[in-house]
Nanobody, 122 residues
Framework: QVQLVESGGGLVQAGGSLRLSCAAS????????MGWFRRAPGKERAFVAL????????YITVSVQGRFTISRDNAKNTVYLQMNSLKPEDTAVYYC???????????????WGQGTQVTVSS
């Protein structure tokens, strides 16, 4: 069982930055692939980024490449999403999730956090 708690969301102006954190419980954090997803108003939850257990393999969805980065600190059981040059279309609830396989598919992720709201004003 893994429990995930996101933090770091908030209101920011377009062009600004935020860093989301996701703290995980349990001693097997490094064995999980960690992902970030987001749900924009009126839309389905969509993949944003993932990172493998060791932190060496990462993938960022095309729409945010060059602006978002994902990282993890296994000693702190935490995964991060650094978001720069934010745009109003980045407004969403952001969720972190844990999976046993390297996948962008939502159904592969067994454990989910409660989400943190990110609002980007124009």
């Amino acid at each position: 069982q893994v429990q995930l708690v996101e933090s770091g969301g908030g209101l920011v102006q377009a062009g600004g930055s935020l860093r989301l954190s996701c703290a995980a419980s349990g001693r097997t954090f490094s064995s999980y692939v960690m992902g970030w997803f987001r749900r924009a108003p009126g839309k389905e939850r969509a993949f944003v980024a993932l990172i493998d257990g060791g932190g060496s393999s990462k993938y960022i969805t095309v729409s945010v490449q060059g602006r978002f980065t994902i990282s993890r600190d296994n000693a702190k059981n935490t995964v991060y999403l650094q978001m720069n040059s934010l745009k109003p279309e980045d407004t969403a609830v952001y969720y972190c999730a844990a999976a046993e396989s390297y996948s962008i598919l939502r159904h592969e992720y067994k454990y989910w956090g409660q989400g943190t709201q990110v609002t980007v004003s124009s």
